[in-house]
């Protein structure tokens, strides 16, 4: 059993920055990739970014040069930091960490941590 724990949320004024982080715990062999996403209230889930095994990222264009995703993989841990945000950037961020097991692949899924940007 895996289990994923989101910390980091909480209430900035525009402008300022948050670190959220998700570690998971649990028997975990080898992470195929770990992300973060978000979903503002009736709006879908759109992925934030995303960090291969080998350290290469992707984001979203609305976060781009705002925000930096990391990881530490022996902690099976992965971050977000979050700089210069933007009220838009108000919604609920989920991490996962999928796992390699063999031949499959599973997902891990936080809790996740509000986050609102607001005067």
């Known amino acids: 059993q895996v289990q994923v724990v989101e910390s980091g949320g909480g209430l900035v004024q525009p402008g300022g920055s948050l670190r959220l982080s998700c570690a998971a715990s649990?028997?975990?062999?080898?992470?195929?990739?770990m992300g973060w996403y978000r979903q503002a209230p009736g709006k879908q889930q759109d992925v934030v970014a995303t960090?291969?095994?080998?350290?290469?990222?992707n984001y979203a264009n609305s976060v781009k040069g705002r925000f930096t995703i990391s990881r530490d993989n022996a902690k099976n841990t992965v971050y977000l930091q979050m700089n210069n945000l933007k009220p838009e950037d108000t919604a609920v961020y989920y991490c996962?960490?999928?796992?390699?097991?063999?031949?499959?692949?599973?997902?891990?899924w936080g809790q996740g941590t509000q986050v609102t940007v607001s005067s």
């Open positions: 996962k960490i999928q796992e390699r097991l063999g031949r499959k692949d599973y997902d891990y």
């Open positions: 649990g028997t975990i062999l080898s992470i195929n990739f």
């Open positions: 960090i291969n095994s080998d350290g290469s990222t």
